[in-house]
């Protein structure tokens, strides 16, 4: 073997990976070329990816352990819109040349923070080396009851939309991390740290994974902004729709900021990075959705409703006129 | 929605990945955010992933169906190796900056072709811009009978060493592809275009599957070089090994340039990208695997023995002593 003063392929993935993957039936101690799933018997297996990128999908000066927990949770959003529970995970990470370990070391730790909130572990993966930037690209399984998954494309006309949590936080934190200033004195240290802590750490709704299951017609996760998301899932349901601005939930920094900047709820409702879930349920299920978040600690909030297809897709102020938007979403293209 | 002068992701993955998709069970025409798999009965599941860079694993001129082709063998040929079958996969593809059209339908021909060589579809994946080389991450799934998956760990003491095909082609193929040249009138023009293609289309074993199933007691796929994945097959497993170099198979085209340039012998077993199967059998099993693979059409050449851990693992020369190799197998770090 060549002498190589620095750290090797195989050393990477067992020091800092196959500890991530010591609880995982069917992942071998990542000694094997594969890793293996036996579905529990009536499960079927939701797979879903997402990349993650330095400069693009992080900041470049954002902590390793910070890049490795948004990988996962991103993926793990996904699953949990789809009614999936989180099982197993691959990761995929193109490195730079002679990697610090430091580095490497803030990716295990994250990862393993990631693991431990969201209750999934790694089954496998590939290291390789890239002159481009640190990529994270981590595909997820999850187990749904057989014929249970809940799509993105299943609102039916009637039926209410609704949103967990709040929108925007982690827009606005990204604004402010990227050195925007709040209007003077409308945000106090501590909501200023809560919009960055939201972009910093996204927080996929996993006690909503049972909820979505048993009652939406259609979900999917916020991660592109709520108005472009909702476009989406009424493009792919082929109807029309309405969210109401008046009733988009925003948390106390977000209206505090908003209130003195009201261009800003532009950027709450385009910017993506939310990762709560936008749901459609039937009218005659709303009550039973309310009840069931209000049980399992989750604020949900209606903020719309699906129309005919020939209605459009529409985000209405106060008035009932719809807002002009002038990118519905965040777009890599 | 802001006016773009160039493709939209949306619009991507209309028009070059939906058709991938579109005898996908559970791919639902990629309008979710992720796919849904239903295991048949008895069987498990074995995912894999792997990553391919331009640049790194592809010359960055290299045609844009190669890349693409070669993205979804790497991964298909780790399943066969572990005996699975097949079923889907997921693409995560970073691209440049405003990507061309003519590059974007290079890479959905090349998956189609592959496809259809492989016997698996498009489930699902994610499309993300990239400052860094175009970058493929594909996750496969396959499936195996339950209990049935072979693994880089099963190696037993006594066992027989086997490998598929002939090796070193495509290191050599990628060396000429580079510039080197083969001696003098060691190779007809035949012949390197034999090398090269052996080096752009990679080519999964896909019908040795069921036969790696019934009779490996441990397989891998060799991509990163016969001598380093042998060593690591016999780490995996805890055992020593030896190979008879005078064994190892090669092509009428690789042998005639070794035959003037010996040294290339060394790159032929530590070069990589063979994506033939490296597998161990009990010696009483030596006779069937011979004949299945007789049957089946597949060369496969016996090269050597599974021996006691404090045996080492060697390959030897037509004397019987062992090759210095100065570095075992292709490494990303």
């Known amino acids: 073997m ?192 809560f919009l960055r802590e939201r972009y910093r750490r996204p927080q996929p709704r996993i006690a909503a994974i049972e909820i979505v299951r048993a009652h939406a017609n259609a979900a999917m996760d916020v991660s592109d902004g709520l108005a472009g998301d909702f476009f989406k899932l009424c493009a792919a349901s082929g109807v029309g729709g309405s969210i109401d601005a008046a009733k988009v939930p925003t948390s106390e920094a977000a209206a505090s900021w908003i209130t003195v900047q009201p261009e800003r709820f532009h950027n709450a409702i385009t910017g993506g990075d939310d990762y709560e879930i936008l749901l459609t349920v039937s009218r005659n299920a709303s009550a039973d959705i309310e009840t069931a978040c209000a049980q399992a600690g989750i604020d949900v909030s209606p903020i719309g409703r699906i129309l005919s297809a020939d209605s459009g897709v529409e985000i209405l102020d106060e008035n009932g006129n719809p807002l002009e938007l002038s990118q519905k979403s965040f777009s890599h293209f």
């Open 2 to 193: 060549a002498d190589k003063s620095h750290i090797s392929e195989t050393d990477i993935i067992a020091r800092y990976f196959a500890p991530l993957a010591a609880e995982t039936p069917g992942a071998f101690s990542l000694r094997d070329d594969a890793g293996l799933i036996q579905p529990p018997d009536g499960m079927d297996v939701v797979l879903t990816t997402d990349v993650i990128l330095s400069g693009v999908h992080f900041l470049e000066s954002g902590a390793p352990q910070d890049v490795a927990y948004k990988a996962l949770a991103v993926n793990v959003s996904d699953l949990c819109a789809k009614g999936a529970d989180p099982a197993v995970y691959l990761l995929s990470l193109a490195l730079p040349d002679n990697p610090e370990e430091r580095w490497l070391e803030g990716i295990r730790e994250g990862l393993a923070e990631a693991q431990t909130d969201f209750g999934c572990t790694l089954l496998g993966g590939d290291t390789v080396r890239t002159p481009g930037p640190a990529t994270l690209s981590i595909t997820a399984a999850g187990y749904v009851p057989k014929g249970q998954m809940v799509h993105r494309f299943g609102a039916g006309e009637g039926d209410m939309v609704y949103v967990t949590g709040t929108i925007g936080d982690a827009a606005l934190g990204l604004l402010l991390s990227q050195g925007a200033n709040a209007a003077k004195g409308s945000l106090s240290a501590d909501q200023v740290a």
